[in-house]
């Protein structure tokens, strides 16, 4: 099994940060991949930022200049910094990752459970 455990959401002030963190465990030989998604109720979950072995990011238009995606190969972590948070960020964040297998019978992408990021003053 191959779990992704994420933490660091919460409530912020407009204007303020927020750092999410997201461990990956298991039974797998390499992450190809790591990034963040959001989801808004009443719409698609959507992709925030992404990142490969490159240091790299691809991020959505509207988070551009304001959130940095980086990974610690060596603790299977990738984060997700969030300056100048607006209320628009709030969303169900969720970490995905692009992993190869040590089993057959596992899948290549994994999914978070979700955290929960309020932007409200």
């Known amino acids: 099994q191959v779990q992704l455990v994420e933490s660091g959401g919460g409530l912020v002030q407009p204007g303020g940060s927020l750092r999410l963190s997201c461990v990956v465990s298991?039974?797998?030989?390499?992450?190809?991949?790591m990034g963040w998604y959001r989801h808004f109720p009443g719409r698609e979950r959507e992709l925030v930022a992404e990142i490969t072995t490159s240091p790299n990011g691809n991020y959505a238009d509207s988070v551009k200049g304001r959130f940095t995606i980086s990974r610690d190969i060596a603790k299977n972590t990738v984060y997700l910094q969030m300056n100048n948070l607006k209320p628009e960020d709030t969303a169900v964040y969720y970490c995905n990752t692009y992993i190869r297998p040590a089993r057959k019978i596992d899948t290549s992408l994994n999914w978070g459970q979700g955290i929960q990021v309020t932007v409200s003053s």
């Open positions: 298991g039974n797998f030989l390499a992450i190809y991949r």
